[in-house]
Nanobody
Framework: QLQAYGGGLVQAGASLRLSCAVS????????VGWFRQYPGKEREFVAG???????SYAESVKGRFTISRDNAKNTVYLQMNSLKPEDTAVYYC????????????????????WGQGTEVTVSS
């Protein structure tokens, strides 16, 4: 089970940290991705992290967002800095049982489980 939380309403330029808490299995052997969805649009990849912490980011968030993991807490984080109004979306975390190759992190069909989503709103 995955639970995503930490969303909220912030002004442009602010920061938020999203958390994805995993329960029911140890996180250490799995890959995790963050995706976001705009109203009426398909979900899009934001960031992903492999078992051994190598990461991948969408071009639109590179340099602003950082994905990290704390296996002891069974949690993956998405630190979002310099937020822009276009970052406004519902953010979802997803878990792949086992490891993914780096080039597969972006593909939502690679994942086995999804969290319920947390809403991020960035005002201008």
């Amino acid at each position: 089970q995955l639970q995503a939380y930490g969303g909220g309403l912030v002004q442009a330029g602010a920061s938020l940290r999203l958390s994805c808490a995993v329960s029911g299995r140890p996180l250490s052997t799995d890959s995790v991705g963050w995706f976001r969805q705009y109203p009426g649009k398909e979900r899009e990849f934001v960031a992903g992290i492999r078992r051994r912490t190598s990461t991948s980011y969408a071009e639109s968030v590179k340099g602003r967002f950082t994905i990290s993991r704390d296996n002891a807490k069974n949690t993956v984080y998405l630190q979002m800095n310099s937020l822009k109004p276009e970052d406004t979306a519902v953010y979802y975390c997803a878990l792949k049982i086992g490891d993914l190759i780096l080039s597969s992190l972006w593909n939502e069909v690679s994942y086995n489980y999804w969290g319920q989503g947390t809403e991020v709103t960035v005002s201008s």
